[in-house]
């Protein structure tokens, strides 16, 4: 756990925009606890250890949270649920136990088998999979590295899903038959890890974690990376229609479609691939995020931005003006 609490990286991120003294000295507790890790930890215990937690606090916890608020209160969270009552849980204990069973054995199966490849890579390398040092990488090459895992995680989640999980086969059959279980019905959070281990580690894992292995990104870039999808995938996997966000309460609706049309379509993580290639199901990528962007009022919201920018340079215009006017009338008095 003290991989996870050692990563401050949003204030290390932030520190170029902002230069409040509060946060050069997050920047420098950031620093220094990175530092100390990094020196009395191996590598490969800081990513397994760090990788672990973050998949724990975002999706294992969270979920269920989710999974009794369903279960307990179902009136309640009915009523915001994307397709309503169907997409509740049924309030059968033993086959919850067995489901949350599957997905915890998942988790750590996957947690080996990237150890394994993580040692497997080192002995090939004669280095780290990841940069591990104790130089921070730049925020230019955290943001390029961010967008070359998003584009790639993209691609292999559309084609994987659409072309080996939804097609014909032994994967298409296992997958249909332990992660498409409920018809008509939108997920929940715990299903993102409840499904046989073969096409889980095809869906789940290869996306986000092969290319990594390519880019070979700091390590911090790889925590912040998986951070990032294993937040998305739990809200997307949750069902609910409240989730916020222009961006990822589409991305939530477009899951639940998924999984209610039997896996007819939407097969990206994003929806750009379905978008592209014709495969959405409902609304599509552009639709969602025009709707969500008129829900948030987002053009009023630019114009009242533009308009206040607009009248501050102009008050800075006036008094300019009158600055200039009041130095005149003192240089003719002279």
């Not at 059968?92 to 199966?109: E, G, V, Y």
């Not at 986000?208 to 390590?219: D, N």
């Amino acid at each position: 756990m003290d991989v996870l609490l050692s990563l401050p990286i949003v204030s290390y991120f932030a520190a170029p925009m902002l230069t409040s003294w509060s946060t050069s000295l997050n920047l420098l507790f950031f620093y220094m606890t990175w530092t100390t890790l990094v020196l009395s930890h191996s590598p490969l215990k800081i990513e397994l250890v760090g990788t672990l937690a973050v998949r724990i606090v975002f999706w294992l916890v969270p979920s269920l949270f989710f999974l009794l608020f369903d279960t307990l209160v179902p009136s309640l969270a009915e009523s915001i649920k994307l397709y309503g009552s169907a997409s509740i849980p049924r309030r059968n204990a033993p086959s919850l136990a067995k489901q949350a069973l599957l997905a915890i054995l998942n988790l750590a199966m996957f947690t080996a088998l990237q150890a394994a490849i993580s040692v497997a890579a080192t002995s090939l390398l004669h280095r780290p999979l990841f940069k591990t040092t104790t130089t921070l990488p730049l925020p230019w090459h955290i943001i390029k590295h961010i967008v070359m895992l998003y584009t790639a995680r993209e691609v292999l989640t559309y084609y994987i899903h659409r072309h080996i999980l939804h097609s014909r086969g032994t994967m298409a059959r296992l997958h249909a038959q332990y992660a498409h279980p409920r018809k008509s019905a939108a997920p929940y959070s715990l299903m993102m890890y409840a499904d046989h281990p073969l096409p889980l580690m095809l869906h789940r894992l290869l996306p986000v974690y092969l290319p990594p292995l390519i880019v070979r990104p700091h390590l911090l870039t790889y925590f912040l990376f998986t951070f990032f999808t294993t937040i998305e995938d739990t809200l997307s996997m949750s069902g609910y229609s409240v989730v916020p966000g222009i961006i990822m309460g589409g991305i939530t609706r477009r899951t639940a479609t998924h999984y209610t049309s039997g896996g007819r379509g939407n097969y990206g993580a994003w929806g750009l691939l379905d978008w592209i290639n014709g495969t959405s199901v409902g609304k599509d990528v552009a639709e969602d995020v025009r709707d969500e962007a008129e829900k948030h009022q987002v053009k009023e919201r630019g114009r009242k931005a533009v308009g206040d920018t607009g009248a501050l340079v102009q008050d800075g215009i006036d008094s300019w003006k009158k600055g200039r006017k009041s130095r005149r009338k003192r240089s003719s008095d002279a």
